[in-house]
């Protein structure tokens, strides 16, 4: 097969990025091993140790519990299920901002728990007063966000914890994206800030590993074991993973990429994302468009449908919101010069946009 893989040089809208050339290698070589079979294969299930605690650490979680998953789909499809295994009722809800990821509703739809979705305040951020009112004996879980989608905003992660303590509700913590941003920033939003029970963490976003690598994780071994089942033609006796036969492909490429870049790679990568954010925020605004400020390196404006789709057709991967506002996401690929580019193209298509029709008066 001669066809090759899209270039990322006009992706602006993806949260998932080239891997790292250490983690592409590492991916490569453990392509063929499973790490759902650890009896069969030690090695890999080995490096899938080294890559939990190294999230932790990055987290602070001094013995985390976990796994590498297929993406934030799945770790957050599985929080919510231990949330409904361990709930003391039969109707369970979970509460979340209407920033939550649409994974949620998948996790709801197939494990059959109510869905509660609250509204976000004036800065894009859970209503506190909101998930207060909304939480009741019957909530198992209450969702917060580190580093939303649409506007890369954090939630109050103590507060919401705060909340789920008060109804006897885990706390989860979605941190997909944001988990290899928000440690070289003053957010409170990780397991030594709050009393975080499950974080969706994902190497292969920020983290610079090979597609796929997600992550779980949770404070305790306890948590993990509501997930569990047995195994019995395995040399291990249970599995607490949703999916079986798993490539070691993104165990390694994780542990690979961590290895290559925590913390300095990764806090040198931070400060050149947000710059770049803050550098497109600011030429945006300064050609007259309302712009989200980029508190983490996401960028949301409000540009017209027509300048828009005219930007899509010139080959730009964009993306909008909800609301329908631009969105770019300022990934490891995304240079100064590709968004230079991006905005010269804006330009052309403003005066295009200003000419006067032949025959007007």
């Known amino acids: 097969m001669q066809i090759e893989p899209q270039a990322f040089d006009r992706v602006l809208s993806s949260m998932c990025t080239e891997p790292h050339p250490v983690a592409r290698e590492a991916a490569e070589r453990f392509l063929a091993t499973n790490p759902g079979d650890p009896g069969t294969y030690p090695t890999i299930t080995a490096l899938e140790d080294d890559a939990v605690a190294m999230l932790g650490e990055i987290t602070g979680l001094e013995e985390p519990a976990g796994y590498i998953a297929s993406g934030g789909t799945e770790a957050n499809i599985q929080a919510v299920r231990i949330a409904r295994e361990r709930a003391e009722t039969r109707t369970p809800n979970v509460v979340m901002p209407e920033s939550g990821h649409f994974s949620f509703q998948k996790a709801a739809d197939v494990l059959g728990v109510d869905l509660r979705i609250v509204p976000t305040d004036d800065s894009f951020r859970a209503d506190l007063e909101a998930v207060r009112a909304c939480v009741d004996e019957q909530t198992a879980m209450v969702v917060g966000v580190a580093g939303t989608t649409e506007y890369g905003r954090v939630d109050p992660i103590s507060e919401l914890g705060d909340i789920a303590a008060s109804v006897g509700a885990m706390l989860h913590v979605d941190a997909a994206w944001g988990g290899f941003v928000l440690p070289f920033t ?137 609301t329908g506002e631009l969105r770019v996401v300022c990934m490891p690929h995304v240079t100064r010069e590709m968004l230079a580019s991006f905005i010269s193209d804006l330009d052309r298509l403003e005066v295009r946009a200003s000419a006067p029709v032949m025959g007007d008066d």
């Open 186 to 322: 003053d957010h409170e939003w990780h397991f030594g800030h709050a009393p975080v029970d499950t974080m969706t963490i994902d190497p292969h976003k920020m983290g610079q590993a090979a597609v796929p690598a997600g992550g779980l994780l949770a404070r305790s071994d306890d948590l993990l074991d509501a997930l569990a089942v047995d195994t019995p033609y395995l040399e291990s006796t249970s599995q607490a993973t949703l999916t079986g036969t798993r490539s070691g492909a993104g165990v390694a490429s994780a542990v690979a990429a961590m290895r290559e870049l925590w913390p300095e790679g990764y806090r040198e990568q931070y400060v050149r994302a947000q710059h770049n954010a803050e550098w497109l925020a600011d030429a945006l605004e300064k050609r007259g468009y309302d712009v989200v400020e980029p508190t983490l390196p996401l960028v949301a404006a409000d540009l017209p449908r027509s300048t828009f789709d005219a930007l899509r057709a010139d080959g730009w991967r964009i993306s909008r919101t909800a």
